[in-house]
């Protein structure tokens, strides 16, 4: 069993920067792959970055060149610095979690980011 608590959300201007940040507890090791999801109101949840235990990461194409995943394996923490915010990155964003290999995995509860124009 894994949990996950995510911080960092929060109302920002446009152009603006913020960090969230997911600590993770349990049965998790560095080998996890982890990741950011958001999901917006009316719409389904979007993947938005992904990191492996190696560091390799992935993007929406939408994030790219704005957001970054980084994860300290020592802290059991992943997180997203979010840079040149727009209103479209308004969302709920929630921390992912699972085995390489594996379906499924677990999800934090969630952090509102509001992007203000």
């Known amino acids: 069993q894994v949990q996950l608590v995510e911080s960092g959300g929060g109302l920002v201007q446009a152009g603006g920067s913020l960090r969230l940040s997911c600590a993770a507890s349990?049965?998790?090791?560095?080998?996890?792959?982890m990741g950011w999801y958001r999901q917006s109101p009316g719409a389904q949840r979007e993947l938005v970055a992904t990191i492996t235990g190696g560091g390799s990461t992935t993007y929406v194409d939408s994030v790219k060149g704005r957001f970054t995943i980084s994860r300290d394996n020592a802290k059991n923490t992943v997180y997203l610095q979010m840079g040149s915010l727009k209103p479209e990155d308004t969302a709920v964003y929630y921390c992912?979690?699972?085995?390489?290999?594996?379906?499924?995995?677990?999800w934090g509860q969630g952090t509102q980011v509001t992007v203000s124009s």
């Open positions: 992912y979690a699972r085995r390489p290999l594996s379906i499924s995995g677990s």
């Open positions: 349990g049965s998790i090791t560095s080998v996890f792959i």
